[in-house]
């Protein structure tokens, strides 16, 4: 299938999370605490943690950061609590908009969220007001210049769902979020390692909007990215390259 172009995205996406390294070693932390308290420390039994320390791992955290944190999840350290909170609401443009977040304390949260969406020219929706436009996928990407019938064959032989090659070459393997470390396992065995994968939401169909309205959605979406409980954002829209440089 084609498909448009993320490449540019992804790697100026790849260079902010660099550069906001201090949240991301906080977001991983959490994560790893939560998924370690919801199903164990044992990354074999426990999906979600092994998915979170391959997180923790491609963002080079030190082991023994890692290992303190699934302990804490696992009640064999003392630590915060964290629960998990998802806000939905709609940007500028009527673009629809995810948020997921881990939290101590929900009514310092939906406060920060619900500003920065007012702030921004956005508003915060009940629950399930967008959330049934989006599905989670894992998403493996390589760069142009990879062999697409090779790509295409390991994927779909390893379980992949489908597989978009971009007008620039680009291409994206998709995969359920249950199968995705299987497939990202099996692919790297016979010599295909994406040049970037993760487990996402994506929306079932892009926000047409004008270049001046998506900039509008992109700094509120940043405004969001930015929040201390946030783990991710999800929306609709592709957003400008300026955004994320």
């Known amino acids: 299938m084609a498909g448009h172009s993320k490449w540019a995205n992804i790697q100026h996406r790849k260079k ?7 949240k991301l070693f906080t977001r991983l932390i959490r994560e790893l605490t939560v998924a370690a308290r919801m199903g164990g420390s044992d990354q074999d039994s426990n999906p979600r943690l092994r998915l ?6 491609a963002g ?3 082991k023994d950061t890692m290992e303190r944190a699934i302990k804490r999840g696992a009640g064999e350290l003392e630590g915060v609590n964290y629960e998990e909170v998802r806000y939905e609401g709609y940007g500028p443009g009527g673009a629809a908009i995810m948020v997921d977040c881990l939290t101590d304390n929900r009514n310092r949260t939906v406060a920060d969220v619900r500003h920065a969406f007012n702030k921004h020219g956005g508003n915060l929706g009940a629950d399930g007001s967008v959330s049934y436009m989006f599905h989670k996928f894992g998403v493996l990407s390589f760069a142009p210049g990879a ?6 064959h390991v994927a779909l032989d390893s379980g992949a769902d489908d597989v978009i090659v971009a007008d620039d070459g680009s291409i994206e393997v998709l995969t359920s979020a249950d199968d995705y470390a299987t497939v990202v396992s099996l692919m790297v065995s016979a010599g295909f390692e994406p040049d970037d994968s993760m487990v996402e939401m994506r929306a079932d169909n892009q926000a047409d909007l004008d270049p001046e309205t998506a ?6 979406i940043e405004a969001l990215d930015e929040l201390d409980d946030t783990q991710e954002v999800s929306s609709n829209v592709v957003l400008p390259l ?4």
């Not at 979170?52 to 791992?57: D, G, H, I, P, R």
């Not at 062999?147 to 295409?152: A, D, L, R, S, Y």
């Not at 900039?215 to 509120?220: D, F, N």
């Not at 300026?242 to 440089?245: H, K």
């Open 215 to 220: 900039e509008q959605v992109a700094s509120l």
């Open 242 to 245: 300026t955004d994320i440089e």
């Open 16 to 22: 902010a999370q660099d550069a906001k390294r201090g």
């Open 52 to 57: 979170a320390v391959e997180k923790a791992l």
């Open 60 to 62: 080079n955290m030190p």
């Open 147 to 152: 062999k697409e019938e090779h790509v295409m």
